[in-house]
């Protein structure tokens, strides 16, 4: 599955962003989702996580700020994001995992990722 992530931008501290994730592949409805970040020298972050069938787990830090979905027929997955803090500054990245694992924070359990999209909130 090939992943292309667009949306990223520069936003005010309060702000709004929506990414999007675009699959190649037809198979997209039967994959599980997922979206992490990362900043400049530190680890990959888990972001949230969605099956095939719709159930989403979300990190605590973006909880109620920030909502996944999916639309099947376009073979997109969207990332909404509002309420921005500088501290969400970081490359995201969406990911495709063949098989959904119990371990669905852990990036080695996705087979395929997108390049990134930088998104920076200023103060």
């Known amino acids: 599955v090939q992943l292309v992530e667009s949306g990223g931008g520069l936003v005010q501290a309060g702000g709004s962003l929506t990414l999007s994730c675009a699959a190649s592949?037809?198979?997209?409805?039967?994959?599980?989702m997922g979206w992490f970040r990362q900043a400049p020298g530190k680890d990959r972050d888990f972001v949230v996580a969605q099956t095939w069938s719709g159930n989403t787990y979300y990190a605590d830090s973006v909880k109620g700020r920030f909502t996944i979905s999916r639309d099947n027929a376009k073979n997109t997955v969207y990332l909404q994001m509002n309420n921005l803090k500088p501290e969400d500054t970081s490359v995201y990245s969406c990911?495709?995992?063949?098989?959904?694992?119990?371990?669905?924070?852990?990036?080695?359990?996705?087979?395929?990722w997108g390049q990134g999209t930088q998104v920076t909130v200023s103060s």
């Open positions: 592949e037809r198979t997209f409805s039967s994959v599980a």
């Open positions: 990911a495709a995992a063949l098989f959904w694992s119990s371990s669905y924070d852990t990036p080695r359990n996705y087979d395929d």
